[in-house]
């Protein structure tokens, strides 16, 4: 299984961005995605997380309403669109895959990732 992540760069404070992720190997439609992020001396933290139809989507409270995640079974890809950035959303954004159940999900595999640099 790969993931590759695309779509970040540097951007000014109010700005948005698409991130896309493509996976390769597996089913795409079988797994739930998720989008997370890890900005420098930080924790790894969920952004959000799309279930295998994509119907139903959940964020963290620092994104909802500024970012809506969305799913291509078709082509294998999952997006993150990121409106309005903040300076604090500066990170490298990674794309996982899920297993077991929309609420209670597991990610078991990562891809490299994204980085996404917001001025002020």
């Known amino acids: 299984v790969q993931l590759q992540a695309c779509g970040g760069g540097l951007v000014q404070a109010g700005g948005s961005l698409r991130l896309s992720c493509v996976a390769s190997?597996?089913?795409?439609?079988?797994?739930?995605m998720g989008w997370f992020r890890q900005a420098p001396g930080k924790e790894r933290e969920f952004v959000a997380g799309?279930?295998?139809?994509?119907?139903?989507?959940n964020y963290a409270d620092y994104v909802r309403g500024r970012f809506t995640i969305s799913r291509d079974n078709t082509k294998n890809t999952v997006y993150l669109q990121m409106n309005n950035l903040k300076p604090e959303d500066t990170a490298v954004y990674l794309c996982?895959?899920?297993?077991?159940?929309?609420?209670?999900?597991?990610?078991?595999?990562w891809g490299q990732g994204t980085e996404v640099t917001v001025s002020s």
């Open positions: 190997g597996g089913t795409f439609s079988n797994y739930l």
């Open positions: 799309i279930s295998r139809t994509g119907i139903l989507s």
């Open positions: 996982a895959r899920g297993t077991r159940t929309f609420s209670d999900p597991s990610y078991d595999y």
